[in-house]
């Protein structure tokens, strides 16, 4: 295989614990190749040791959030690029390095968020 189709091709995933975020539990975990160019995973973030979060350690979390999705993406090709949509912040989706808006006014059991990777441009 040439270095150029694997770089205009989804072929893997990171590992569930790549996905891990101290202070949470994964509470669901879906994975879904739409084409060999798109990957969503999504993810439901649920706190540890307690039952809810604040709405400062939701701040914190999204913010956590969109620094993984920074990592990822420094891990592979250029032209492949991870965004983050938050299920329960209106589906608004955040591409890495944006601000979450908030603020988020009530605790919340689990955030749910879903990572797209997705080839931007082809080499």
Excluded at 39 to 54: A, D, G
Excluded at 65 to 76: D, M, P, R
Aim: proline share 4%.
């Amino acid at each position: 295989m040439n270095e150029g189709k694997i770089k205009n091709t989804i072929t893997r995933s990171f590992e569930l614990q790549d996905y891990r975020i101290d202070g949470t539990e994964l509470s669901g975990f879906w994975a879904d190749l739409l084409s060999k160019e798109e990957l969503t995973v999504e993810i439901n973030y649920k706190p540890e040791n307690k039952k809810t979060f604040s709405p400062e350690e939701i701040e914190t979390l999204a913010r956590k959030i969109q620094e993984k999705c920074s990592n990822f993406e420094a891990q592979l090709p250029e032209n492949i690029k991870c965004e983050v949509t938050f299920k329960d912040f209106g589906d608004k989706i955040y591409e890495t390095g944006q601000p979450v808006s908030g603020p988020h006014q009530r605790e919340k059991d689990e955030v749910k968020a879903a990572y797209r990777f997705y080839v931007a441009y082809y080499v």
